[in-house]
């Protein structure tokens, strides 16, 4: 079966630090991935999606990269964090679009809080 | 692009009541529709979804039901317990697309 893992699960960091977040997908190839954002209390922000190595699509403009080394890894990076950037980061993986199964899971999160 | 709007935002009910959460969407290729409870601090869950080529489907006590002509889904939660509070999203995908378009979340709570 597949899993998703994240990590870490908290994170404080000071403004202007760097960041750097991990996913890994498991029990699956060639996975669509996905990083959200969910601000407290609010709905889930689509930051970047991949469809492949590589191949990196931002959805929304910001101190936020996104890079997918390898097939099932995908990673959230910043320079340097804003305030702004505090927030619940959930990363989320599917299959290729298409007739068969489309259903999307998310990993557990990560809480950042930036102070 | 799909915009999928979701209403309620908050939701009371008393337990044993049912509970109703209505999304619309405006692409009319959209051709799957799931819907994700998040408990507090966890992630989204997939409870239940539907696809285009039908119009109802259960899952004990929970149903989803579509009307395409129209573009809306609906969510539905009979006899309510208390461990259903929670906050419930509904989403959109076209065929062959690869984003997920989200509502902006009901806050359901099933009072005791």
Redesign the interface.
């Known amino acids: 079966s597949q899993t998703i893992h994240q990590w870490p699960a908290t994170l404080v960091q000071p403004v202007g630090s760097p960041l750097s977040l991990e996913c890994t997908v498991e029990g699956t190839s060639n996975p669509n991935l996905y990083w959200y954002r969910q601000a407290a209390g609010r709905g889930l922000q689509l930051l970047f999606y991949s469809i492949g190595i590589g191949q990196i699509s931002s959805e929304v403009p910001q101190n936020l990269s996104a890079s997918r080394p390898q097939d099932r890894q995908f990673i959230l990076s910043s320079k340097k964090l804003l305030l702004s950037d505090s927030g619940f980061y959930l990363c989320a993986w599917s299959v290729m679009g298409g007739p068969g199964p489309n259903e999307q899971f998310f990993g557990p999160g990560t809480r950042l809080t930036v102070l | 692009g799909e915009n999928v709007e979701q209403h309620p935002s908050t939701l009371s009910v008393q337990e044993g009541d049912s509970a109703v959460i209505k999304c619309t969407y405006s692409d009319s290729a959209s051709n ?1 529709f ?1 819907w ?1 409870k998040q408990e507090l ?6 409870i239940i ?1 539907i ?1 285009s080529n039908v119009g109802e489907k259960k899952d004990q006590r929970i149903a989803v039901t579509l009307n395409k002509t129209a573009k809306h889904f609906s969510l539905h939660i009979t006899e309510t317990q208390p461990e259903d509070s929670a906050v419930y ?1 509904c ?1 959109a ?8 378009y ?4 009901t806050k359901l709570n099933v009072k005791p």
């Open positions: 799957y799931p994700y601090g966890k992630r989204p869950q997939l979804d696809r999203f989403a995908r076209k065929y062959n697309f690869n984003k997920f989200f509502g902006s979340g």
